[in-house]
């Protein structure tokens, strides 16, 4: 085994123990604060696929996070008023129905942005997906059918069969199942010849299209992936918090996922685990003691910036790129 397969179960079994021992001890409170690290650490996966293995700096992934947040929210409201959503369509709280519908929202929304966004490369490319994701973020606060500015409530968690979602623990177990699932996803695509494509056409385009693979095909399926993955933990995110607000479309969001890829690693299998690991800590910890507790992040992540460029992951296991 590896000394990045090592760290990768060491990280995969501590974030199914802590809980599981906070839940024995009588403290939901950290078996919630687990099941942020799991919601964040999918989303952040979703994202590695466009960024770590394509090298597509996305400042607009948060609109896939809050549709997928949002789907969520829309399809329980309209299932606990008893309304249809459209064209006699029912609302939902089957949490598989949601995550299905999450997918292809993400997904449909992200064909039309890739295509667009994909035409254009470096700064540029950020800034389009930025200004698409400011542009759905503006349209749900505009949007008071469902909250506008003040959001949406969920009244009651989704339901999963057999899975009492209400209680902590449960429900944990469920994030982190579909976090591991994410995982197996990201190390599939990766060792795929899809992958290595994809990862092809962030080194050399040019060679790759000489062997006559298009590296815009390529980038835009990653980017449709991407999405999709996102979407379903911006669902569980709505689920955790019970609510569903703009602010899971605002950019801030984008950024915190990026942060959450660097702090861990790049590309890593597990990176996004262990940036959302040390973000949600450092939150909890730090912002007891003081409001700005962001300045102390910025910190260790200028230090991983410059002498720890494989993240907190390649900082383990060295440069060893697989896991």
């Known amino acids: 085994m590896t000394r ?3 760290t990768n179960t060491t990280l995969a079994l501590l974030l199914l123990a802590a809980p599981l021992a906070a839940s024995a001890m009588g403290e939901p409170f950290y078996v919630t604060l687990a099941t942020r690290i799991a919601v964040l650490a999918l989303a952040a996966v979703g994202l590695n696929i466009a960024l770590g293995l394509g090298g597509l700096v996305s400042f607009g992934h948060a609109a896939f996070f809050g ?11 309209h299932a606990f008023n008893a309304e249809p959503l459209f064209l006699g369509i029912a609302g939902t709280t089957s949490m598989p129905a949601i995550w299905l519908v999450a997918m292809v929202v993400c997904g449909l929304v992200a064909l039309p942005i890739g295509a667009v966004s994909l035409r254009t490369s470096g700064v540029y490319f950020i800034m389009i997906t930025l200004a698409f994701a400011q542009m759905i973020y503006y349209f749900a606060i505009s949007w008071p059918a469902y909250g506008g500015e003040d959001g949406l409530s ?4 989704n339901s999963f069969p057999w899975v009492n979602t209400a209680a902590p623990l449960p429900f944990f177990l469920v994030c982190y199942g579909l976090l591991l699932l994410g995982l197996l996803v990201f190390r599939a695509l990766r060792d795929s010849r899809f992958g290595a494509a994809l990862q092809a056409a962030r080194q050399n385009e040019v060679r790759l299209a000489a062997v006559g693979i298009a590296p815009f095909d390529i980038r835009l399926t990653a980017f449709v992936i991407s999405a999709m993955m996102t979407g379903v933990a911006g669902a569980l995110f709505a689920d955790l918090n019970h609510f569903v607000s703009p602010s899971m479309l605002s950019w801030h969001m984008s950024g915190e996922l990026i942060v959450l890829i660097i702090l861990g690693g790049k590309g890593r299998l597990f990176g996004p685990v262990a940036g959302a690991m040390l973000y949600v800590l450092l939150e909890h910890v730090l912002g007891g003691i003081t409001e700005r507790w962001q300045f102390f992040l910025g ?3 200028l230090g991983v910036v410059l002498f720890a460029r494989g993240g907190l992951i390649g900082l383990v296991a060295g440069r060893q790129s697989h896991g």
């Open 67 to 77: 549709l997928g947040g949002y789907a969520a929210g829309i399809l329980a409201t």
């Open 4 to 6: 990045e397969a090592a």
């Open 299 to 301: 910190l260790i992540l």
């Open 154 to 157: 969920i009244y009651l968690r």
